[in-house]
């Protein structure tokens, strides 16, 4: 039996689709890889139910849709309770595998998690996918929602449309952090992430289709001043992720979802902390991005 892909809703056969039909744990063919990033481009988001992956079973699959990369943790230094630097860890679990006390610094990032964002547009690096494996999940709380910024885009008023289409967002590493109140990097840190500018409206190279591309990582609009950008990126916001634009997506453990920075936004929701969670992110980049090349 080869891939399935149907639309989790079909009231919107845009996006969001669930896939069935392979087993994740195996080398997939071209024909396969094919498929699930042609379901990519149409659907933005694929879910997987029952497919638990080992560390090194999900950067094995991983990895056949580019070359993965280790987020903010090459600027923060953070130590890993994993066998890859390339798994990221979201949850609140400790190096030591206890549940992470309050005053654990992890929990900032659990915790900025919770805004709407794209991983890692902070980064001047092509970033595509993320994907996500689901071991342990609290009973509530603690769902992942994506937003679909090309329907975002479709429904904006021709005026604003208009308002936004030249302009750029700089994308920063830590202002979702500082938004929080952490306010405690030091200056070679933050020297390690410089702002990035995006464009705010973009067409997606696969789909064709235009993206607003809003996100609390950013912190200044061009030809804005930053009070006026910021309060046009929180207006963004909330149309980009009223409800007819999410979907919610409620873990199992075993569950593993890829979504497409490129044309969604998505965040966490709130759960006890007290509560173990642990998922497990990879991430990766245009396929044939060769990080050795900007080096050189
Ligand atoms: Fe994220």
């Keep these: ?48 139910r029952g497919q638990p992956l ?31 630097e390339q798994l990221i860890d979201i949850g609140n679990v400790a190096l030591d595998g206890s549940i992470a006390s309050k005053d654990n610094k992890k929990l900032i990032g ?38 679909d910024l090309r329907a975002a885009w479709d429904d904006l008023p021709e005026k604003t449309k208009k308002y936004i289409e030249n302009k750029t967002g700089w994308h920063s590493a830590f202002h979702s952090r500082i938004l929080l109140g952490d306010n405690d990097y030091t200056q070679e840190q933050l020297s390690k992430f410089p702002p990035v500018e995006r464009p705010l409206v973009f067409t997606h190279p696969e789909s064709g ?12 609009v061009s030809d804005l001043t ?41 965040r966490g929701t709130r759960y006890d902390l007290s509560v173990r969670r642990d998922l497990r992110r990879t991430t990766t980049l245009e396929r044939h991005f060769m990080p050795m090349a900007v080096e050189s």
């Design 1 to 48: 039996m080869g891939l399935v892909i149907k639309p989790q809703n079909p009231a919107n056969p845009h996006f969001v689709g669930v896939a069935s039909g392979i087993d994740l744990k195996q080398p997939l063919d071209e024909q396969t890889i094919k498929a699930i990033d042609d379901g990519m481009n149409h659907y933005a988001v694929l879910v997987f």
């Design 54 to 84: 080992t560390q090194d079973e999900q950067i094995d699959f991983s990895v056949q849709f580019g070359p993965l990369d280790s987020g903010l943790r090459k600027a923060t230094g953070a130590p890993t309770r994993f066998k890859h």
């Design 110 to 147: 659990v915790l900025a998690n919770q805004l709407w964002h794209s991983d890692s547009s902070f980064q001047d690096l092509p970033v595509k996918y993320s994907m996500l494996s689901a071991v342990i999940v609290p009973e509530e709380g603690g769902q992942t929602q994506w937003a």
């Design 209 to 220: 289709r235009k993206v607003l591309f809003s996100s609390v990582h950013i912190s200044e």
């Design 226 to 266: 930053i009070p006026e950008g910021r309060l046009l990126v929180a207006e963004l916001l909330e149309h980009a992720t009223q409800p007819k634009y999410v979907y919610s997506h409620e873990w199992r453990p075993g569950d593993y979802v890829i979504w497409d920075n490129r044309s969604t936004l998505h």
